[in-house]
């Protein structure tokens, strides 16, 4: 069984940063894309950003290209999402996962909250 925990969330001011960590067990993680994603109070679930097995490719949605960027170690298998530059729009939770748009994004963590506010 998969399991992803995330963690790494606050409150923090525009223009300010924080990385997110997601650690996963259960899964053959070094052969697995990982994604994250998000979602807004009232919002549907938004793709942010995905890494490609072996970090090969890494790709970004457009509302935070130039401003996140995608890492991951194998061994302890851990995903990090480094957030600078953030705006208020970025506030949501932050969840990643192993699936993709054609299942929802199954499965995702817990979440952590990210609340971007002066």
């Known amino acids: 069984e998969v399991q992803l925990v995330e963690s790494g969330g606050g409150l923090v001011q525009p223009g300010g940063s924080l990385r997110l960590s997601c650690a996963a067990s259960?899964?053959?993680?070094?052969?697995?894309?990982m994604n994250w994603v998000r979602q807004a109070p009232g919002k549907t679930l938004e793709w942010v950003a995905g890494?490609?097995?072996?970090?090969?490719?890494?790709d970004y949605s457009e509302s935070v290209k130039g401003r996140f960027t995608l890492s991951r170690a194998d061994s302890p298998d851990i995903v990090y999402l480094q957030m600078n530059d953030l705006k208020f729009e970025d506030t949501g939770k932050y969840y990643c996962?192993?699936?993709?748009?054609?299942?929802?994004?199954?499965?995702r963590g817990q979440g952590t909250q990210v609340t971007v506010s002066s």
């Open positions: 996962t192993t699936g993709a748009r054609y299942n929802n994004y199954q499965p």
């Open positions: 259960g899964t053959t993680f070094n052969q697995r894309t």
């Open positions: 890494i490609s097995p072996g970090a090969v490719v890494a």
